[in-house]
């Protein structure tokens, strides 16, 4: 849908991303923001905005393997933890100046053990598909404890955790809070691009048709088993590039940082944005993220006010705000966050014919 008296006049046009001379100027602006950000934030503001685009790449993987096909996810949390241990182990051993093609290496790890654990959907579905993927969560963080004892040797360096250096690329480290921001947002921009166009992708299209009706969709030619078990692989290898970040961001790593908790709120951004959407993915993520940062100001002023409650009430208040914003937005926009963009858009684009 273009802007009243706005036509496409190719193809090519027509399957753009960017497609008005305003959408241009808007996304010139996005960078331009993304660029000077860091120099007006202060260094909280940056720590916040790092770990949202690193939670977001995550958050993308799970919206091809459960906005698109379907396929109910509760181990992305462990799965990240695959690459970040996979990219710190290797850059520990080769060196940081091997980041670039560990990168993705981590990725294809995690990618392969999201097809281990995404095996299951071959035979199950729904609830059944959902308690073995929780079963990664506990099987790989176990794994990631215990194998130093099993091999014999320092690998992981199990519960005491594992330091990991700066990430460097073409000799440039990056060694501190605003060097990673970039890097991420980088990442970020790339994963936002890969997940919009595998949307739009045959490939995105029979991801839908196995979410919708995996019958009608093995009828009309596709390769369902073939298709759910690329959606696990794609969807992970986003994790595993949001946990190599992760473990370059936080330099030290531990079992403890990835928890089931992340998994399932992970879950909640994509309900809040808006399952099958890129741009849900987008602003439910960010959604949560302003929400956690309300509440971490919220909870002092709720202490003072409420003296026989804890001094500490934040982890408790972000949980109890956290799962009700979730139950509101399934009982009064189970379509998300950009489902009510889409309808905003609708009527300013076709006004005055908005009727």
Not at 101 to 114: E, R, S, T, Y
Not at 251 to 268: A, E, H, I
């Amino acid at each position: 849908m273009r802007p009243t008296g706005t036509y496409d006049t190719s193809y090519a046009r027509d399957m753009a991303i960017v497609r008005t001379p305003l959408q241009w100027v808007m996304l010139a602006v996005f960078f331009a923001f993304l660029i000077a950000f860091p120099h007006f934030s202060g260094e909280y503001g940056l720590s916040v905005a790092t770990l949202t685009g690193i939670t977001l790449i995550a958050v993308f993987g799970l919206h091809i393997t459960t906005g698109l096909a379907g396929q109910i996810n509760l181990g992305q949390s462990a799965f990240m933890a695959v690459g970040a241990y996979t990219s710190a182990i290797l850059t520990a051993n080769l060196g940081a100046e091997w980041f670039l093609l560990v990168l993705p290496f981590a990725g294809i790890m995690a990618g392969v053990a999201g097809l281990i654990f995404g095996a299951p959907s071959l035979r199950v579905k729904e609830l059944y598909l959902a308690m073995a993927t929780l079963a990664a969560q506990f099987i790989i963080i176990y794994i990631i404890l215990r194998i130093d004892n099993l091999i014999g040797m320092k690998l992981t360096g199990g519960a005491l955790g594992f330091l990991v250096p700066w990430a460097s690329i073409g000799g440039y480290v990056f060694d501190s809070t605003m060097a990673i921001y970039y890097l991420v947002a980088g990442m970020v921009v790339i994963a936002g691009l890969v997940a919009r166009n595998i949307t739009r992708s045959r490939v995105g299209r029979a991801f839908i048709a196995v979410r919708d009706n995996d019958l009608a969709a093995e009828v009309m030619g596709v390769n369902i088993y073939g298709y759910k078990l690329l959606a696990f692989f794609t969807g992970c290898f986003f994790a595993g590039i949001a946990g190599a970040l992760w473990a370059h961001y936080l330099t030290y790593l531990n079992p403890d940082q990835f928890t089931l908790k992340d998994s399932v709120w992970w879950l909640g951004m994509l309900i809040i944005g808006g399952m099958g959407s890129t741009l849900g993915a987008v602003m439910g993520t960010v959604f949560f993220k302003l929400l956690d940062v309300l509440t971490y100001y919220i909870s002092p002023a709720l202490s003072a006010a409420f003296p026989q409650l804890p001094t500490n009430i934040y982890f408790a208040v972000s949980l109890v705000v956290f799962s009700l914003a979730i139950i509101l937005f399934l009982i009064f926009e189970p379509r998300g966050l950009s489902h009510r963009w889409g309808i905003f858009k609708a009527s300013y684009r076709l006004w005055p014919y908005s009727y």
